[in-house]
Every structure is written in C-alpha cells, then in structure tokens.
C-alpha cells in the first residue's frame, strides 16, 4: 500500500506500536525484570530470555535507562523501521 502512498507506512508503524504498547510495560527496567523471570509456558520452569549479566546491568542502571527509553519516540519509526 505504501506504493499508493507514502504515508501508509506511516499509518502502519503507528498502528503497530500501538499493538505493542498495549501489550508491554511503558518501564524499560520493568520490561527487562519480565524478560529475565520468564517461565517456560509447557514446563513451567524457569527460561529466563536475557542473562543474569544483561539483567544486573539494566537493574544497576534503571533510573538513567528509563529516563533514556521514551515509548513516545516509537511513533517515529514507519511500518518498515519497526517491523524486522
């Protein structure tokens, strides 16, 4: 559709990151907090999705990286910025 018009790539990354912040928490420390106390749905076990590392990294530095990761700027990206 983007081929009709420029601004449907627009309107798509919009809808998109919507979707997505409906689903995820507007904290990037609290996202990483979820992402690290994963559970395996099947086995009910632990599966942690970033490491101990990364996650002791992100919870030492908390306050400057939820200050540096705004959801709003999302809506900068098109359709095909934020789709992989």
């Known amino acids: 559709m983007t081929v009709n018009h420029p601004h449907y790539g ?6 998109a990151v919507s979707n997505l912040h409906k ?9 990483m907090t979820d992402l690290y ?3 395996n749905p099947d086995l009910k ?29 999302d809506i900068d990206f098109n359709y095909f910025g934020f789709k992989p």
Do not use: C, Q, W
Request: glycine share 2%.
């Open 45 to 73: 076990t632990d599966a942690p999705i970033i490491s101990e590392e990364i996650y002791n990294i992100v919870m030492a530095n908390a306050e400057k990286l939820n200050a540096a990761v705004k959801h709003e700027r």
């Open 10 to 15: 627009i309107l798509a990354g919009r809808i």
């Open 23 to 31: 689903e995820t928490k507007a904290s990037f420390s609290e996202v």
């Open 37 to 39: 106390n994963h559970k």
